[in-house]
């Protein structure tokens, strides 16, 4: 158990349809990103929060937003949904104290189909 | 941007047997190099990273060279068991950036026959 929780684990809708996907870093955790992992792109890296901010953008679509609230959970947004977004999307979380900073811990990923 | 190429896509060894996966990476200015592990249905964990600044990492079954003036990183699992069958994933860090924002390799998917 990495110690980040994302919710839904799994989600079906339609085309043109929004959702949204949570997520629970791990106690302490300030940093959160989001990756999209699919058969054809492999993982993508989408955005980063840090204590509330936006701190990197990776090649999000503008159909994508997300946020990070006071208490630190993680909410991305997925609008105006196509099929090719139907992918695995995984939240992770990182330390920003001690040695060793680098490791990014992965949530279990909400699995996204869109019909 | 950074684009970073994995081989082979599919690994299949006996158990006992080692395992190596190469990467290389096209951003001279990348300087950190982590690997990830996947198992089904589950997120990737780390299992073994490299800064730029050392050319070898070792944990115990579980090594990680550099060649910097190569751009090219490898995984090497001695003594492989069922159990590190899984997807095996690459990483750069591109400098400058924040660590956590990776560019991934495509994946390893490794087999370990008993």
Do not use: M
């Amino acid at each position: 158990d990495s110690g980040v929780t994302q919710t839904p684990k799994h989600l079906i809708t339609a085309t043109g349809q929004r959702v949204t996907l949570r997520c629970s870093p791990r106690s302490g955790d300030l940093s959160v990103y989001w990756y999209q992992q699919s058969l054809d792109q492999g993982l993508q890296f989408l955005i980063q929060y840090y204590n509330g901010e936006e701190r990197a953008k990776g090649n999000i679509l503008e159909r994508f937003s997300a946020q990070q609230f006071p208490d630190l959970h993680s909410e991305l947004n997925l609008s105006s949904l196509e099929l090719g977004d139907s992918a695995l999307y995984f939240c992770a979380s990182r330390t920003n104290r001690g040695a060793n900073t680098g490791e990014l811990f992965f949530g279990e990923g909400s699995r996204l189909t869109v019909l | 941007g950074e684009n970073v190429e994995q081989h082979p896509s599919t690994l299949s060894v006996q158990e006992g047997d080692s395992a190596v996966i190469k990467c290389t990476y096209s951003d001279s200015a990348s300087n950190y190099f982590p690997w990830y592990k996947q198992e089904l249905g589950k997120g990737p964990q780390l299992i073994i990273d490299i800064r730029s600044n050392v050319g070898e990492k070792k944990d115990q079954r579980i090594a990680v060279t550099l060649n910097k003036t190569a751009k090219h990183f490898s995984l090497h699992i001695t003594e492989t068991q069922p159990e590190d069958s899984a997807v095996y994933f690459c990483a750069a860090r591109p400098g400058g950036t924040s660590y956590g924002k990776l560019t991934f390799g495509q994946g390893t998917i490794l087999t370990v026959h008993p």
